[in-house]
């Protein structure tokens, strides 16, 4: 029962998030999260909701919130899964990029 507020809450709190410093590691795993539920989805259809915790799901709205939040605030324009891509390719990476603006800045360019 008190799990179908927890969306509810998430999206009352975004803008507090998105307002403050994110953390790129958050960001970069939130953006892995949502790249893995998309790919199920299209792999799966249907059973994809059953594959995928809560905690997947709500770090994987993180990352679209924030590419949102990004987009609406520096009229970056293209395909929201493509600069998550962008963004989630760091997982990997030996270096971070100096900060969150900047990868996010990088997403919206590449």
């Given at each position: 029962m008190m799990l179908?507020?927890?969306p509810?809450?998430?999206?009352?709190m975004l803008p507090q998030i998105v307002g403050a410093e994110t953390n790129r590691s958050?960001?970069?795993e939130g953006c892995a999260e949502a790249i893995q539920i998309y790919e199920d989805n299209q792999?799966?259809?249907w059973q994809a909701a059953t594959m995928t915790s809560?905690?997947?799901a709500l770090r994987a709205g993180y990352?679209?919130?924030v590419i949102d939040e990004?987009?609406?605030n520096h009229h970056c324009g293209g395909d929201w899964?493509?600069?998550a891509r962008y963004i989630a390719d760091h997982k990997e990476a030996k270096s971070l990029p100096p900060s969150t603006e900047s990868l996010l800045r990088g997403a919206c360019q590449s």
């Amino acid at each position: 029962m008190m799990l179908r507020y927890v969306p509810v809450l998430f999206i009352l709190m975004l803008p507090q998030i998105v307002g403050a410093e994110t953390n790129r590691s958050m960001l970069i795993e939130g953006c892995a999260e949502a790249i893995q539920i998309y790919e199920d989805n299209q792999r799966y259809r249907w059973q994809a909701a059953t594959m995928t915790s809560l905690s997947e799901a709500l770090r994987a709205g993180y990352c679209r919130g924030v590419i949102d939040e990004y987009d609406r605030n520096h009229h970056c324009g293209g395909d929201w899964l493509e600069r998550a891509r962008y963004i989630a390719d760091h997982k990997e990476a030996k270096s971070l990029p100096p900060s969150t603006e900047s990868l996010l800045r990088g997403a919206c360019q590449s």
